[in-house]
């Protein structure tokens, strides 16, 4: 079957006004594939994926071609648009990439502290504890994310951000996998304080000692996630 059930579409989300119709497509679908509302091995229809945005299919063949570069989705002709499987070889490459890239903006960050900066982060911290008790894994996420973009903004090098996320589809696909694990949740929060209040503190050493343990979190589980979840793999 060609076209996916109507609610494997459900999370996404027809275009507003101020984004190209491509671009839509493209952020829309990346962020279904990467939280797994499109799971591996799900058809992905032009058709279907055009009708539920309300935009045409060209848009959204622009937006397939870009997730196939990216990783997300195989295409084979003659057949079918599938979600590819998480590829562990390119997560770690993109969790070697990360680590290393924000061990430089921690250290850079806790040289420095400012107000600001201490600001931005318990304001980001104190975002996340509200969705934890709301319990929206969602919005965890998202809290998750914008924690660490606040460092990169911090440290004035907002493009590596996009460069990271760019090279991070697989890692962070696995990352959403192990989020309802219990006590992910908890662990990750504890983490940020840890690693806010050392940069805040003038910690260098303290924050890439808790930032280490928060990046290698996931694959330190990673065994466990694959055998709850083989056909994710």
Same mark, same amino acid.
């Given at each position: ?47 279907? @994926? ?14 397939? *071609?870009? !997730?196939?570069?990216?990783?997300? *989705?195989?295409? @084979? ?8 499987? &998480? ?13 290393? @890239?924000?061990?430089? *903006?921690?250290?850079? !960050?806790?040289? %420095? ?12 911290? %104190? ?12 919005? &965890?996420?998202? #809290? ?42 908890? #662990? ?11 940069? *805040? ?33």
């Amino acid at each position: 079957m060609d076209v996916p059930p109507a609610d494997d579409l459900a999370a996404l989300a027809p275009m507003g006004r101020r984004r190209s119709a491509a671009e839509h497509a493209y952020e829309t679908l990346r962020e279904a594939l990467i939280s797994l509302a499109l799971p591996p091995g799900t058809v992905v229809s032009r058709a279907a @994926v055009a009708m539920r945005l309300g935009v045409s299919q060209t848009p959204v063949r622009e937006a397939l *071609i870009r !997730l196939q570069e990216d990783g997300l *989705i195989a295409v @084979v002709p003659h057949s079918a648009t599938r979600v590819t499987k &998480i590829d562990l070889a390119s997560a770690r490459e993109a969790s070697f990439l990360r680590l290393s @890239v924000e061990l430089e *903006i921690v250290r850079r !960050l806790a040289a %420095a502290p400012d107000a600001r900066l201490a600001a931005s982060l318990r304001a980001e911290l %104190a975002r996340m504890r509200e969705w934890r008790a709301r319990g929206d894994q969602a919005e &965890i996420a998202a #809290a998750d994310e914008a924690f660490h973009t606040a460092l990169y903004a911090a440290a004035e090098v907002p493009g590596l951000r996009d460069l990271v996320r760019s090279r991070s589809v697989h890692l962070d696909r696995l990352r959403r996998l192990h989020l309802p694990s219990p006590g992910k949740v908890d #662990a990750i929060l504890s983490d940020h304080e840890a690693l806010a209040e050392a940069i *805040i503190g003038g910690d260098a050493d303290g924050a890439e000692r808790h930032l280490r343990r928060h990046l290698s979190g996931t694959f330190a589980m990673v065994e466990a996630i694959r055998a709850a979840s083989p056909d994710f793999f």
